[in-house]
Nanobody, 125 residues
């Protein structure tokens, strides 16, 4: 059992940076796999990046090279550093967690059991 609380987000101009945070409260085994997802109006929720407890990461092709996922294991805080933001990055972002990491790299939403609240990110031209 774990509760996820996200923070950060807001409005930023294209090319700028933004950092999202997600704090996990509960059993650490429930966060063996953590990830970030996003959903834009009229689109399905898509995986952005995932992080496993061994440090392995996976990224969607659309954000590779621009976004970095990391975790402070001591504080159980997941981060998403977003650089070189584009208007198409505009979406509601969600952090998620799962006790299983076998399929963490797939970036599939149904892999995750626990979800944080939505965080609005708006990127203007």
């Amino acid at each position: 059992q774990v509760q996820l609380v996200g923070s950060g987000g807001g409005s930023v101009q294209a090319g700028g940076p933004l950092r999202l945070s997600c704090t996990a409260f509960g059993s650490s085994y429930s966060t063996n796999c953590m990830g970030w997802f996003r959903q834009a109006p009229g689109k399905e929720r898509e995986g952005v990046a995932t992080f496993e407890e061994d440090g392995s990461t996976a990224y969607a092709d659309s954000v590779k090279g621009r976004f970095t996922i990391s975790k402070d294991n001591a504080k159980n805080v997941l981060y998403l550093q977003m650089n070189s933001l584009k208007p198409e990055d505009t979406a509601t972002y969600y952090c998620a967690a799962s006790p299983n990491y076998g399929g963490c790299w797939t970036l599939r939403a149904n892999q995750f059991e626990y979800w944080g609240q939505g965080i609005l990110v708006t990127v203007s031209s």
